[in-house]
């Protein structure tokens, strides 16, 4: 695993946002830090906020990383690493749903961390992707929106891509919504049946179904980027087919589906047993549904499918999806050929699950 | 209040309801009765809901989503970005059925000059796309590579970009094929069936040194740096093996069937090509028909006709295809012109044709002092087959286009009634065999659908029935 939160030393009372600079020639912002020493005890660097210290990562790996450094708990927070595809903001840890397999359980407290946030993007590498996750991003929508929109200014290289529940799109958000800088912004969105008992059942809040759609129907009016998700269960695996044809007619706008197998973390790691749904032993529905959407020319992919596990025909839908820093392969992986396509496990997946499961390449 | 957005269309299997989306199923003569009668039942209603078909008015999300599917269907034409450029009027052949009008080898005047180059290179550098595709007609393009070369040095700057060339392929100069080793260079041109077919069309004498020259080029390149086309004779049409197996023995797997056009000189020693006749139709489906059961026979190759799956691929992938002759609405001179040998604008190559041949002036203005122009203006407004009283009442008429340039030619006028275009007769025959195969259960059909559509894998159906 990539460790994201590093141990710290600082000079600085408050928490602070810095880009670290192992290269003092590509130093070129005043919150950048440069390094001035490498020893035993770690890198350190030179900034507006002093001397700062870092633990357990070499100097050369953190060149351009963004960091938030929290003096008061000694600990440095990577927000965006440099060249990662993966860089993602947790903007919350509030929710109003609980879903069934969540796999990062709310807690009740939130703490604002926006104005580093933003500070942060502000910093990022060149033409990166931002993903802002929670907990429900939009319960601080206000925040989220004017995050998106000054950023979106100063940095038009800088695209967004937000997971969100949809529970609280309004008519009257249409407007901001339409503006330019929202072209930027993809919005990931779980439907997890067409049936909407279903659906509310699995996301444990009632009336669920019915506020997304008008959700929906807000972002289909703002032009809104929608990348649909699908977590797969017991539950609703058998749901994927009609689901299909309500993604080609209703939500014929949305501009991708993504079939996602799930998460043993969170809620789903004591519940695995009721939940997992293994598709490699009745893939029939989930075929079915990618015949339906790839035949109506919609994008659809298989997320966190690894590659042996879905038929030949469709391994070219089932990319490398599952974030570089939580990524491993079952050591009966070893012998496969094909790794460096396949999304792997999460680290956290039990190996004696992944060994039984697959069959290398 | 309801909205059933449906509209029907008899085929062989039954009756094929289609919405103004295009989504589409096969409906049950019970159903057709239930709707028409406005008798429908709640399992009906709940059915019909789940593809758009059936929508209470108070719901706005449901009206909203059925008019993105709806304006999903039209084409937005974007900047200008594609060119077809005519360096050269001058050619080294004289086909019976020359499309293009050329004129002889050694005629002085009929070539670009360097103020026309110059306008068209200050063109080039103008385009705000950062996308290029250009073809290369002629006349014979491949006469000057020299201004071959200019144009494409001068699209350095752009980062897709695509070159093609129409060349007949009868002589192949040093100076030319070095223009071929580029890799965003593509080879257009035109192999009639069987050497006897092809020499009988074309190039008589000289048939061997172009069948020489393509093999060098195939051999080079490989077959995706060449796509042909056959024009055929619907009087006296080829043997379909034979012209599929001079395809196909040259792995050239996309085959463009092309009847012989009531245009440019063939015109005047083609009189009966004015309508395309039944024996066209039944040639073009028998051709079909066999290459599907050699694609049943053989997995390891896919032939296609091209303008059938483009057609297939306009019912089920909405925005999925920049085909040019087929799309709705269609405006001339906007995202794609064609400029001559003497700078003159024309909206598309059938156009230049018919100016040439004296039948109407086409041009819409010349490179030097632009193409907005009222004619332009005046086209457009009719480009579109939305507002047509009998595409209105058309089932195809999400799939289908309007091609202004086609109509002229034929009848010399644009407000002949649809149905009596040969258009019309054309798509309706292409879209009615297209939706019998559909919902055919022939396993060697729809497998060659899926293949066609680019599909993993064969769909359990490709149409619903109710």
């Known amino acids: 695993m990539i460790p994201l939160s590093l141990p710290a030393a600082s000079e600085a009372t408050r928490p602070y946002v810095t880009r670290l600079r192992v290269d003092p020639t590509t130093a070129i912002d005043e919150a950048d830090a440069i390094l001035v020493v490498e020893d035993e005890e770690g890198p350190s660097f030179s900034g507006l906020h002093g001397l700062l210290t870092l633990e357990g990562v070499c100097a050369d790996a953190l060149e351009g990383d963004v960091v938030l450094v929290q003096p008061d708990i000694g600990r440095a927070e990577r927000l965006l690493r440099r060249g990662s595809p993966h860089n993602t903001l947790l903007v919350t840890e509030r929710c109003d749903q609980l879903c069934v397999m969540c796999s990062q359980p709310p807690k009740k407290t939130h703490v604002d961390r926006f104005a580093f946030f933003e500070q942060a993007c502000l910093l990022a590498e060149p033409n990166i992707v931002i993903g802002i996750t929670g907990g429900e991003p939009t319960l601080y929508k206000d925040d989220l929106f004017g995050l998106i929109e000054r950023v979106g200014l100063a940095r038009p290289d800088i695209e967004f891509h937000i997971l969100t529940n949809a529970q609280h799109f309004e008519a009257s958000d249409i407007d901001r919504l339409r503006q330019d800088i929202f072209r930027r912004v993809s919005w990931g969105i779980p439907l997890y049946s067409h049936e909407p008992a279903r659906h509310d059942e699995i996301v444990g809040k009632a009336g669920a179904f019915d506020r997304l759609q008008s959700s929906f129907h807000a972002l289909l009016l703002a032009g809104a980027r929608i990348e649909l998700r699908t977590v797969l269960i017991q539950d609703n695996i058998d749901d994927l087919p009609q689901l299909a044809r309500l993604v080609t007619s209703r939500l014929c706008f949305i501009e991708s589906w993504s079939i996602m197998q799930l998460e043993k973390t969170g809620f789903a790691r004591n519940r695995w047993v009721g939940l997992f749904a293994d598709h490699k032993l009745s893939f029939e529905p989930v075929a079915t549904a990618l015949d339906y959407v790839l035949l109506h020319g919609k994008a659809v992919h298989l997320f966190n499918f690894p590659r042996c596990t879905v038929p030949a025909e469709y391994r070219a839908l089932a990319p490398a999806s599952i974030s570089d820093w939580k990524r491993k392969f079952a050591p009966a992986c070893a012998t496969c050929r094909e790794q460096d396509q396949c999304c792997g496990f999460f680290e956290w997946h039990p190996d004696e699950h992944a060994n039984a499961w697959i069959s290398p390449l | ?466």
């Open chain 2, 1 to 466: 209040m309801s909205v059933v957005p449906l509209r029907f269309r008899a085929i062989n299997q039954g009756t094929l309801a289609i919405n103004d989306c295009g989504r589409f199923f096969l409906a049950s003569d019970n159903l057709v009765e239930r709707i028409i009668g406005d008798d429908l039942t709640q399992g009906d209603r709940t059915e019909l809901s789940r593809d758009g078909h059936f929508f209470s008015q108070d719901d706005a999300f449901a009206f909203d989503a059925h008019a993105y599917g709806c304006a999903s269907r039209w084409d937005r034409a974007g900047e200008l970005d594609y060119l077809i450029l005519v360096p050269t009027l001058r050619c080294n052949l004289s086909c019976s059925y020359c499309q293009v009008s050329r004129v002889g080898l050694g005629r002085k005047g009929f070539d670009w000059d360097a103020e026309t180059l110059g306008a068209i290179l200050n063109l080039i550098d103008t385009l705000p796309t950062q996308r290029i595709k250009i073809e290369f007609q002629g006349g014979e393009p491949s006469l000057r590579p020299d201004l071959i070369t200019a144009v494409i040095e001068r699209c350095e700057r752009f980062e897709h970009k695509q070159f093609v060339i129409c060349t007949n392929l009868q002589d192949l100069s040093d100076d030319f094929f070095a223009i071929l080793t580029q890799p965003d260079v593509y080879i257009s041109t035109s192999l009639d069936g069987d050497v006897d077919t092809h020499a009988h069309n074309r190039t008589g004498a000289g048939t061997g040194q172009f069948l020489d020259n393509l093999e060098r080029v195939l051999t080079e390149f490989g077959p995706d740096k060449i796509s042909a086309l056959p024009t055929i004779d619907p009087q006296n049409p080829p043997a379909i093996d034979a012209l599929i197996n001079s395809y196909a023995s040259r792995a050239l797997h996309s085959i463009f069937l092309r009847p012989i056009n009531y245009q440019g000189f063939a015109r005047k020693q083609h009189s009966s090509a004015r309508e395309q006749s039944t024996e066209w139709r039944q040639f073009y489906e028998r051709f079909v028909r066999r290459i599907i059961e050699r694609n049943w026979a053989d997995r390891e190759v896919v032939l296609e006709e091209t303008y059938f799956s483009i057609c297939l691929r306009r019912i089920f992938q909405p925005g999925h295809d920049r085909h040019v002759d087929l799309r709705n609405p269609n405006p001339i001179g906007v995202d794609y012109v064609v400029i001559d040998y003497d700078g003159t604008v024309y909206p598309t190559d059938e156009s230049r044709m018919l100016t040439r041949s004296r039948i109407i002036d086409l041009s819409i203005g010349d490179i030097f002092s632009g193409w907005d122009s009222e004619k332009r203006q005046l086209l457009n407004a009719h480009a579109t087959n939305q507002f047509d009283e009998s595409c209105r009442r058309c089932a195809y008429q999400p799939f289908c286009g309007r091609d202004l340039v086609d109509d002229l030619a034929r009848y010399g006028r644009i407000d002949v009634e649809r149905t009596q275009t040969e258009f019309c007769r054309r798509h309706l025959h292409i879209f009615d065999l297209i939706f019998e195969m559909i919902y055919s259960d022939d396993p060697a059909i729809q497998y060659s659908l899926a293949q066609w559509l680019r599909l993993p894998s064969v769909p359990a159906r490709f149409g619903i029935r109710l």
